[in-house]
């Protein structure tokens, strides 16, 4: 077999097309197929440093074509991923739990259980952290991996609930 360097540049793009089977973000895919093409260039006989701006080039618009345009079409509705602690779960509502092995007081949100602290306000319960199961609470912040909550009022709350236990 020759090893001319079209048969190196598809090596190259298998392994990164195998490689995004682990990932699912779409960049490994978008490097394989920029790969593929550039074994194209090679086997037209241009030389490395072309080859090289090439994989550049296609990487350069299929990564970002990858990840913006591409990527959205197969995530599910609704789901936007990494964003637990980025400030869009602030204001939803919750209900408190007890977390089994320890008896730590805390909401669940996005599925991980996140302990518990009142806000600090005029309100005498600001700074617990213990509430009884079954409080409804507003969430607020972050403070590190402390959930800082508020409590709802008795009245239920209009709005998005996101009671999962």
Do not use: C
Not at 26 to 33: K, N, W
Not at 78 to 103: N, P, Q, S, W
Not at 113 to 135: M, N, W
Request: without cysteine; hydrophobic residues 45%; glycine residues 12%.
């Amino acid at each position: 077999m020759d090893w001319n360097p079209a048969v190196i540049w598809l090596i190259v793009a298998l392994l990164l097309g195998l490689a995004e089977l682990t990932t699912g973000g779409l960049v490994l895919l978008a490097l394989g197929i920029a790969a593929a093409l550039t074994a194209g260039l090679a086997a037209l006989g241009l030389p490395l440093p072309w080859q090289l701006l090439g994989m550049g080039l296609f990487s350069g618009l299929l990564v970002p074509l990858a990840i913006w345009v591409i990527r959205p079409r197969f995530s599910p509705r609704g789901v936007a991923y990494g964003t637990t602690g980025t400030g869009v779960e602030k204001g939803h509502t919750y209900t408190t739990l007890r977390r089994d092995f320890d008896g730590a007081s805390g909401i669940k949100i996005n599925g991980d259980f996140y302990r518990l602290r009142v806000a600090a306000d005029a309100d005498e319960e600001s700074g617990k952290t213990d509430l009884p199961p079954g409080t409804r609470v507003i969430f607020q912040a972050f403070d590190g991996t402390t959930a800082i909550v508020t409590l709802a009022s008795p009245a239920p709350v209009s709005g998005a609930t996101h009671d999962k236990e």
